[in-house]
């Protein structure tokens, strides 16, 4: 539920006496701060409180605010707190016009109780209203990982996908699983999942690099389904050259690619093969959404994927398991080796994406990565060297392109951050400020554009376009100048920090509805929401028309260049650009810093309405490739479609 005004009248209406004398305060939410590490938990909080006037009175007085710390009915300390003031917003009360402003109060988490007073109106906030306000605040920024009721949420998905008529003809479909020491019981539980799926033309290929474990042979022996292939092999390849053996022996349409002690669902071949089927270029990678069970296979933490995305992809391996790619062109790349043993399916994707053949995401989650002492999932930093190999899987295929780039670890475990060194010399960048920009991106400009060309590189031509509110130094303007000059980008927005270090804007998306919304804000910068989102990379229907480096050559050639005169032209010429097959750039390695304070309330964190009808909103809404129509798309935090 948005945060508006509207909205806190509705839970607390004002009531006769404070209509009467035309003043009333409200406590509107809060939000945590950015103070402090993050991962120690919150230190402070912000608390957004509203002080409504009726236009006909006086001049407001002035708001003033104590803090109380200790627990107790006595308070063991009391501390003067300093508003700051973000934003006046005008209201309907009843007919009359009220000014409303807001003003937030930024208190340390050992402080329970507040007192804020202005004029004859006061307001305290303690105990139980103040645990209330930050259990409503932890609901909205709350997102699909943690959601405890996602299990019921799977269980829904189930039942309507097993209602679905299985395709009674389709490509022979080859599954290649390399095993070692597998525990018996997760052995056999990945071989039921196989035998249990509702599309029977498979073949399950095991190749079992350690022959000798007699308790994995009796597991073996169990099964005399004649589509199971046991491939023994006397010496343990590792993971890449036991799954290599196993592509040998796959005489598939298709080959996907399964670990041996994961669990997939039992139409999750028949739901590849409806897409397959559905074709009429059949498609050279499929992969679905997967998430976490245990021992127990309890699920959790769902990973609800997006389509094909070219750079978050370079970020991270989010098509990871399932993988499934077309057989035939296999035997037009050359199989990973050692040096990417680890991050094999990672090199192997990027190998089949660089055919241009059509890359498939089917949304369901499909697939079950298991979580234990011995895994991955479990215990991600016992696999070093897998992590450098997905270093070199990147700077191999930015090398077979052509381009000349840098790989280096990310923050989080399998994350990776690329860097483009674009041809010298750059070209100079126009600015398109509705006022004047700030001094230090002034200061950033005068730098970048000394060194640069007149004509640039080649017809690439560069501009800037940013509010006065924006800043942005010169290592941040270089870093989207260096992902704006590459092919196919339109644009590229930076993420972007509001004054009191909370997120401004970390990407966005169309609703249904045409709303573009803000993703992510309010967050601390610290935080990566919904399995890192605000840390990676991704290409987008939209950008920030506030805040965004665009490639003006390309705007000239899809007729736009000179459409482009504030927030809503913007947004057209992003989708414009998108619709075209170019891509916009959610950037945030570079990061823009915001000089002013602004609302916490959500009614003016939109960036604009689509111009199109509905239905092509909703088209925009669910194939944004940095979505999932898993997600709630009216929702900034990725939290799960009900």
């Not at 109380?68 to 009391?78: A, H, Q, S, V």
């Not at 970020?315 to 790619?325: A, E, F, Q």
């Amino acid at each position: 539920m948005p945060i508006t005004i509207s909205s806190v009248l509705a839970k607390e209406p004002l009531t006769e006496t404070e209509i009467k004398n035309g003043t009333a305060l409200r406590l509107a939410r809060c939000a945590r701060s950015a103070e402090g590490e993050f991962s120690e938990g919150p230190r402070s909080y912000y608390w957004d409180v509203l002080r409504f006037q009726a236009n006909e009175q006086p001049s407001p007085s002035k708001l003033t605010c104590l803090a109380f710390r200790g627990e107790g009915r006595l308070p063991t300390g009391i501390r003067k707190v300093t508003p700051t003031k973000l934003a006046t917003h005008e209201a309907r009360i009843d007919s009359a016009s009220w000014s409303v402003d807001e003003y937030s109060l930024l208190l340390s988490t050992n402080e329970h109780r507040m007192f804020v007073k202005c004029g004859k109106d006061s307001l305290i906030i303690g105990g139980g209203r103040q645990a209330a306000a930050i259990r409503e605040y932890g609901e909205i920024i709350s997102n699909a990982s943690v959601d405890e009721n996602y299990p019921a949420w799977l269980q829904k998905r189930r039942e309507a996908l097993s209602s679905k008529s299985t395709p009674s003809e389709g490509p022979l479909m080859s599954i290649v699983t390399p095993a070692y020491k597998t525990p018996p019981a997760f052995l056999r539980k990945m071989i039921d999942s196989i035998i249990s799926q509702s599309y029977g033309n498979w073949e399950l290929v095991i190749v079992n690099a350690s022959p000798d474990d007699e308790d994995m042979q009796r597991v073996f022996n169990e099964y005399a389904d004649r589509r199971i292939k046991v491939i023994e092999t006397p010496e343990n390849l590792g993971i890449t050259g036991n799954t290599n053996l196993g592509l040998a022996h796959c005489t598939g349409d298709y080959v996907s690619f399964y670990d041996h002690d994961d669990t997939v669902e039992p139409y999750a071949l028949a739901e590849y093969v409806r897409r397959i089927n559905g074709s009429d270029v059949k498609p050279g990678l499929l992969y679905c959404d997967e998430d976490n069970i245990d021992e127990n296979d309890v699920p959790s933490l769902p990973l609800l994927k997006p389509d094909y995305n070219e750079d978050f992809l370079l970020s991270n391996n989010y098509i990871i398991h399932w993988l499934t790619v077309r057989h035939d062109l296999l035997k037009k790349i050359e199989l990973s080796g050692k040096d990417v043993e680890g991050a094999q399916d990672y090199d192997m994707t990027f190998k089949i994406a660089e055919l241009n053949q059509p890359i498939v995401h089917i949304p369901e989650v499909l697939y079950h990565w298991r979580i234990h002492s011995g895994s991955t999932a479990g215990n991600p930093a016992q696999k070093s060297y897998a992590q450098d190999a997905g270093a070199k899987a990147i700077r191999d295929h930015l090398s077979r392109l052509g381009m000349e780039g840098e790989v280096a670890r990310g923050k989080a475990f399998f994350t990776y951050v690329a860097s483009f060194k674009p041809s010298s010399p750059l070209p100079k960048i126009n600015v398109f400020c509705d006022g004047t920009p700030a001094d230090i991106t002034q200061t950033a400009l005068r730098a970048y554009n000394d060194t640069a060309a007149a004509d640039g590189i080649g017809s690439k031509r560069l501009s800037l376009f940013i509010t006065p509110d924006h800043c942005l130094d010169l290592d941040d303007l270089l870093t989207l100048a260096q992902h704006a000059l590459r092919n196919g980008v339109f644009s590229v927005s930076p993420r972007v920090i509001r004054a009191d270090g909370l997120f401004d804007y970390a990407n966005s998306i169309i609703a249904p509805d045409g709303t573009v919304t803000k993703l992510l804000t309010l967050l601390p910068s610290q935080d990566g929401g919904y399995v890192g989102r605000s840390e990676r990379p991704m290409d987008a229907v939209v950008g920030n028309p506030e805040c965004c480096l665009v490639r003006m050559d390309v705007a000239a050639d899809l007729g736009i260049e000179h459409g482009i005169s504030d927030n809503k032209s913007m947004l057209d010429a992003f989708m414009t650009a998108w619709s075209a097959g170019k891509r916009n750039l959610y950037m945030p390695y570079a990061t823009a810093h915001l000089s002013t304070p602004r609302t916490l309330l959500d009614e003016e964190r939109r960036l604009g309405a689509h111009p199109y009808a509905s239905s092509a909103s909703q088209e925009h809404a669910f194939r944004d490739p940095s979505y999932n129509p898993a997600f709630n798309l009216y929702d900034a935090y990725y939290k799960l479609n009900r």
